[in-house]
């Protein structure tokens, strides 16, 4: 079963940057449509970004010009870029593809 492992979130200043890692195992990942989601705190989670397997990405519009999707299907891993960042992105980020979530890791922008 294909399990997915998130990484790169942390604690950052309001207008820093950060970029999050998704490392899946297995072959699965590399067929299949890729999303991030977050979950800021006390609120429901949100599409943030998603990306095809051939590389054709779609974002929330929050997040446009600022977030950058990616994969590299090659090292079965994903990212997500993201400046600009604001206090608002505060949240839990997880990486998914279809039926299987990773279990987040946390980012915080300070003000």
């Known amino acids: 079963q294909v399990q997915l492992v998130e990484s790169g979130g942390g604690l950052v200043q309001a207008g820093g940057s950060l970029r999050l890692s998704c490392a899946a195992s297995g072959s699965y990942f590399r067929r299949k449509m890729m999303a991030w989601y977050r979950q800021p705190p006390g609120k429901p989670r949100e599409l943030v970004a998603e990306?095809?397997?051939?590389?054709?990405?779609n974002y929330v519009d929050s997040v446009k010009g600022r977030f950058t999707i990616s994969r590299d299907n090659a090292k079965n891993t994903g990212y997500l870029q993201m400046d600009s960042l604001t206090p608002e992105d505060t949240a839990v980020y997880y990486c998914?593809?279809?039926?299987?979530w990773g279990k987040g890791t946390l980012v915080t922008v300070s003000s």
């Open positions: 998914v593809v279809p039926n299987v």
């Open positions: 990306i095809t397997s051939g590389g054709i990405a």
